[in-house]
């Protein structure tokens, strides 16, 4: 379900971060129909399903999507650009001239869809014992 709200989001930035913004957009909902749309902190676009799936923010020269997975959806294709450390959410950033890695992104999205139909990232993290962030899932 898209949110009025995102479209006023996305229709306010550059033409270059739209175009990588509704690329986004796009790829999370074909991930899932069911993805759903919303505003969090008071601005910025969010994509959920049982719990976040991504979220928007556009900065000076970049896109940021903030992938909430706590760490345990598989990078194979290394398109995680910042927060690998991170316990709850990391970052895959586009520049202008950057490409999207669609499969790879599309993998991601469908994983962290699938983790919060099983519960979400941290009972998936205590269940399956996985402790070390880099750690991919069992089976995938």
Not at 7 to 22: F, G, M, R, T
Not at 78 to 100: K, M, W
């Amino acid at each position: 379900m898209v949110d009025p709200r995102v479209d006023q989001y996305i229709d306010a930035l550059p033409p270059w971060q739209q175009a990588i913004c509704h690329r986004v957009r796009d790829l999370v909902h074909e991930a899932d129909s069911e993805v759903v749309e919303t505003i969090k902190r008071t601005t910025q676009p969010y994509f959920v399903l049982d719990g976040n799936i991504c979220a928007l923010l556009a900065a000076k020269d970049h896109v940021n999507v903030f992938v909430y997975d706590g760490g345990i959806v598989p990078d194979p294709e290394g398109i995680i650009t910042a927060g690998h450390t991170n316990a709850t959410a990391r970052t895959v950033a586009f520049g202008e001239h950057d490409e999207i890695n669609v499969p790879a992104l599309l993998a991601m999205f469908r994983q962290i869809i699938a983790d919060n139909r099983a519960g979400g990232w941290r009972k998936l993290k205590k269940v399956q014992g996985r402790v070390d962030p880099h750690t991919p899932p069992a089976g995938v």
